[in-house]
């Protein structure tokens, strides 16, 4: 069966630095969205992306994040200067319908030291 | 704006037995969907269920089930039959077409299961 996967499953970084949190989708959807769980907290939604583009972000989503499919698998997060609050568990997910459900990956625990 | 609460911090249910959890949404749209998602201990989130608000009839999946009501906004999971791997933490969320295609997540239950 199909599922959504996510590289490192884990990632220590100093705070300043940058980290790329990878994912690979479902290889036939469409739709592309980045959470985070802060631990202990809900799941917030980041980010959705949609034809190559940012269809829709939070306000947790600033100048600091990006995301990009640089090719035809892979679909990326990029933290550009990271800070103690950044740390978190982040989930990567994808759906093939717009309105049907999201398939998420098993997350990338992110700590910022 | 969409937003879900789960009033339960915490359930407690004796293996094979049946638990509820607690779930409404504020929504004013009329085109939305629902969902329980399970969390491990492993922290990987998983779909239990999906209700499409324009159906009437409840959703189910083997041991799982929902009550929609969606005069009153409430969308509860039942678990029959109790499993010792059912141990984890329960959300529920919500998606409208307004909204585009985010997911609104409750803030959780947690389901501990006593043999």
């Known amino acids: 069966e199909p599922e959504v996967t996510q590289t490192p499953s884990h990632q220590v970084t100093q705070m300043g630095q940058e980290v790329i949190l990878r994912c690979v989708p479902i290889s036939n959807h469409l739709y592309f969205y980045w959470y985070r769980q802060i631990l202990g907290q809900k799941v917030e939604f980041l980010v959705s992306f949609y034809n190559n583009e940012i269809s829709e972000k939070s306000e947790i989503f600033d100048d600091q994040f990006s995301v990009e499919r640089p090719d035809g698998s892979n679909f990326t997060l990029k933290i550009r200067s990271t800070k103690l609050e950044d740390s978190a568990m982040y989930f990567c997910?994808?759906?093939?319908?717009?309105?049907?459900?999201?398939?998420f990956g098993p997350g990338t625990r992110l700590t910022v030291l | 704006a969409q937003t879900v609460t789960q009033s339960q911090p915490e359930m407690s249910v004796q293996e094979a037995e049946t638990v509820t959890l607690s779930c409404t949404y504020d929504?004013?749209?009329?085109?939305?969907?629902l969902f329980w998602y399970k969390q491990p201990p492993s922290r990987q989130m998983i779909l239990v269920i999906r209700?499409?608000?324009?159906?009437?009839q409840n959703a189910t999946e083997n041991r799982f089930s929902v009550n929609f009501q969606k005069a009153a906004k409430s969308f509860s999971l039942k678990i029959s039959d109790s499993q010792l791997g059912d141990a984890a933490m329960y959300f529920c969320?919500?998606?409208?077409?307004?909204?585009?295609?985010?997911?609104?997540f409750g803030g959780g239950t947690r389901v501990l299961v006593k043999p």
């Open positions: 929504t004013s749209e009329s085109d939305y969907y």
């Open positions: 209700q499409e608000a324009y159906k009437q």
């Open positions: 997910a994808s759906g093939g319908d717009r309105y049907n459900e999201q398939f």
């Open positions: 969320a919500s998606t409208t077409k307004a909204a585009g295609n985010k997911l609104t």
